[in-house]
């Protein structure tokens, strides 16, 4: 029961720091005559925030017992991110710290908490929607944060009783036996990552929400249809929903190709994972990590869609051959 109720708890509070740290940029963003100071302050937040949850990861790995009261501690943080008479570069800072502990302790504790490749995707998919809200204006961030409080504590009390799940011998056997193999498949899992950050995609006519319901949508159904279906007809299914959105052009094309996208979110996540069971706070860390160039540099790259949607299928296919993900195991 416990294990059924933290999930949820989880996804609400990270729908919930999202939300704080996209209210309270906005709320800068919105005071600010210069747009300089707006870009470099932004920057900086995406730096600490995504950036740094490797190295926070890392930590985590190493001190399991601090991942629950993390969880409080990224509380803290927040809460000076919402003194807006301090310094911008401090409270900037500090939104930044406390959305990077929460995401590496959070996140590390869902990998190492949960078997299935459902769970990442459910967790992750609610910060699209947190951050375009906030963004957005749509809701004050001391709403966001009361409601970050309330599931925080209640995934803390809860999560305690959760044991951890044993670690398949299958990724010690190949990582004892073929150490190569698993460093290509990793390195293929984040180039996915890199690609997809370059490729989020969005329209500029299109509704203020509606994108990053589509992006959670699809985090949220590409581990559970894994579940059900298995590994390798899931990543066949987006390949083939890829190419199918690349035929029209319009709205609706464009919400098919984001959500194809975004339907490898919880894989890669998964099998970053399985490529190092014991570091699932670090593997969380790189995947955030590497979301970084397309947020810095988004004109920098220009890869095609059609040939974005083959390089994630051959990466995919890669790790999974790599870690012997087959249809018996993963569905």
């Known amino acids: 029961m416990r294990r059924s109720v933290?999930?949820?708890?989880?996804?609400?509070?990270?729908?919930?720091?999202?939300?704080?740290?996209?209210?309270?940029?906005?709320?800068?963003?919105?005071?600010?005559?210069?747009?300089?100071?707006?870009?470099?302050?932004?920057?900086?937040?995406?730096?600490?925030?995504?950036g740094g949850q490797w190295c926070a990861g890392w930590?985590?790995?190493?001190?399991?017992?601090?991942?629950?009261?993390?969880?409080?501690?990224?509380?803290?943080?927040?809460?000076?991110?919402?003194?807006?008479?301090?310094?911008?570069?401090?409270?900037?800072?500090?939104l930044g710290v406390g959305n990077c502990v929460f995401h590496a302790a959070a996140g590390g504790f869902v990998l190492k908490r949960y078997d299935s490749l459902g769970p990442p995707g459910i967790f992750v998919s609610s910060g699209a929607v947190g951050l375009g809200l906030g963004l957005g204006g749509f809701c004050p961030a001391w709403i966001f944060y009361v409601l970050y409080i309330a599931a925080a504590f209640l995934a803390y009390r809860n999560g305690r009783e959760i044991p951890e799940m044993d670690f398949c011998e299958q990724e010690q056997r190949v990582g004892e036996?073929?150490?190569?193999?698993?460093w290509g498949c990793?390195?293929?899992?984040?180039?996915?990552?890199?690609?997809?950050?370059?490729?989020?995609?969005?329209?500029?006519?299109?509704?203020?929400?509606?994108?990053p319901?589509?992006?959670?949508?699809?985090?949220?159904?590409?581990?559970?249809?894994?579940?059900?279906?298995?590994?390798?007809?899931?990543?066949?299914?987006?390949?083939?929903?890829?190419?199918?959105?690349?035929?029209?052009?319009?709205?609706?094309?464009?919400?098919?190709?984001?959500?194809?996208?975004?339907?490898?979110?919880?894989?890669?996540?998964?099998?970053?994972?399985?490529?190092?069971?014991?570091?699932p706070g670090l593997t969380f860390g790189l995947a955030a990590g590497c979301l970084l160039p397309g947020a810095f540099y988004p004109g920098a790259i220009y890869v095609p869609s059609a040939a974005m949607i083959v390089l994630q299928f051959l990466c995919l296919y890669f790790a999974g051959r790599v870690l012997c993900l087959d249809e018996k195991e993963a569905a």
Not at 34 to 43: D, K, Q, R, T, W
Not at 69 to 94: K, Q, R
Not at 195 to 208: K, Q, V, W
């Open 6 to 50: 933290v999930l949820p708890l989880l996804t609400l509070a990270h729908f919930c720091v999202d939300g704080v740290c996209g209210a309270a940029l906005a709320a800068y963003a919105f005071s600010e005559p210069y747009l300089e100071p707006i870009v470099y302050y932004f920057g900086l937040y995406n730096l600490i925030a995504f």
């Open 177 to 182: 036996t073929f150490p190569a193999a698993l």
């Open 213 to 279: 319901c589509v992006f959670a949508l699809g985090k949220a159904a590409g581990g559970v249809l894994c579940d059900h279906i298995g590994y390798r007809r899931t990543i066949l299914a987006i390949f083939l929903l890829g190419f199918f959105a690349l035929q029209g052009e319009g709205l609706t094309f464009a919400l098919l190709l984001a959500f194809a996208f975004n339907l490898t979110m919880p894989l890669t996540l998964r099998l970053l994972h399985r490529c190092a069971p014991a570091r």
């Open 59 to 94: 930590f985590f790995d190493r001190r399991p017992r601090m991942i629950l009261p993390a969880l409080l501690v990224a509380a803290v943080f927040l809460a000076v991110g919402l003194v807006s008479s301090l310094p911008v570069w401090l409270w900037v800072c500090c």
């Open 186 to 211: 990793g390195l293929a899992l984040l180039f996915c990552v890199v690609l997809r950050g370059f490729g989020g995609g969005g329209m500029a006519d299109a509704p203020a929400l509606l994108f």
